[in-house]
Each structure stands twice: as C-alpha cells, then as structure tokens.
T-cell receptor, first 116, second 112 residues
C-alpha cells in the first residue's frame, strides 16, 4: 500500500496570506489527523477528521481549520498567516479514530511552511 | 492530564541494547502508551504501543511497570539507523478535546 502523502512538500508564504495543505491517507484509512511541529513547541495536535467530521481538536486558534472529503483526503487551511506559523505540518492516517484504544497512526513526510 | 517525561538525550553503542525510559505517572487506567520515533524531521514512525502487559514486535520491546507509571522502550540490537528522536506518547483530555500529547522526546544517538 502507498503511504500517507502530503502536498506540497515545501511552501513559502508571506504574513497575512492564507495557505491550504493537502493530505491523502493510506488507502482504506478514514481518519486523518494534523499536527504542527516547531523547534520551540515540539509536535502539537491540531485536529482529527473521521468520515468527514471533525472528531477532536487541539488548542489552536480558529485561523487553523480543516476538512475531509468523502474519499478521506483532507485539507488544512491556515488564514491570516503569522510568522509563528512557520513549521512542519504533519498529517497522519489511521483506520479508526486514533483516540480509540490501541489504534496506530501512520505519518506522512510533512509540509514545510515558511512564513516571511 | 497525563503527560510524559523523557531524558533529553542518550547514547548507545552499536549492537548493544538501547533502553529508553519514560515517566507517565498521571496516566489513567485505560490509556495506552505509544512510542514513535522521528528521523531528521521526517514524519514520525510508529514503533509499538501497550496498555498493561509487556509487548514485543519486530522493532522493539515495551516494558510497562505494574503501576503503569513508567515504561521502557528496548531496542535489542541498536544500529546506526536507529539514531532518532524517540517519543513516548499518551492521550490527554476528554471528549472532543482528547488528543495525543507528544513530549519533548529523547534524542538517541547510536555510536559506531
């Protein structure tokens, strides 16, 4: 099976712009989670989608949003970009909601976002 | 909320066992402990997870103390390719705010 894919791999934006990142999960997986990784804060959970519905959400402002399509592909949007949004954005897929017992999630390679 | 504490770094000689500890003293009774590793800012890679009993797979073994307040990930024969940041992870929060919390991890360096 192909792994989790993310596009684009690298992105440069300026403050105030918005950005959309895409994630295609492993075939058959219906859960997609998004994480932000920065040197200062480490890996932080953004949200999880399962069957097109947001199931869990981390402590991020409303500028961070997402959605999931019927084919389980997911997009994450960040509006009004700030310098602090520069990070590696990772998505992960699983066959079930990740916070149910013992489910494993598989990560994509990430999208490196730089905000200038 | 359950959180994890790991040493920031460890060294291990190639071919020897690497034992990575994790403290999760506030974990609740039905929460799993997960281990992932991350190499050079690639996506984290799943290693193993467990609830109460010790677990073993082709990559590693996981030893969980009886009181579940700590665990140890064991890489039985570390290789140079095992050099990575290792994360011990538990779930925190409840309801729709439930999430996996990654601690700061342990940088394992396998030395030739």
């Amino acid at each position: 099976k192909a792994g989790v894919t993310q596009t684009p791999r690298y992105l440069i934006k300026t403050r105030g712009q918005q950005v959309t990142l895409s994630c295609s999960p492993i075939s058959g997986h219906r859960s997609v989670s998004w994480y932000q990784q920065t040197p200062g804060q480490g890996l932080q959970f953004l949200f999880e989608y399962f069957s097109e519905t947001q199931r869990n959400k981390g402590n991020f402002p409303g500028r961070f949003s997402g959605r999931q399509f019927s084919n389980s592909r997911s997009e994450m949007n960040v509006s009004t970009l700030e310098l602090g949004d520069s990070a590696l954005y990772l998505c992960a897929s699983s066959d079930q909601i990740i916070l149910t017992s013992g489910r494993t999630q598989y990560f994509g390679p990430g999208t490196r976002l730089t905000v200038l | 909320d359950a959180k994890t504490t790991q040493p920031p770094s460890m060294d291990c000689a190639e071919g020897r066992a690497a034992n990575l500890p994790c403290n999760h003293s506030t974990i609740s009774g039905n929460e799993y402990v997960y281990w992932y590793r991350q190499i050079h800012s690639q996506g984290p890679q799943y290693i193993i997870h467990g609830l109460k009993n010790n677990e073993t797979n082709e990559m590693a073994s996981l030893i969980i103390t009886e009181d579940r307040k700590s665990s140890t990930l064991i890489l039985p024969h570390a290789t140079l390719r095992d050099t990575a940041v290792y994360y011990c992870i538990v779930r925190v929060g409840g309801g729709s705010a439930r999430q996996l919390t990654f601690g700061s991890g342990t940088q394992l360096t396998v030395l030739p």
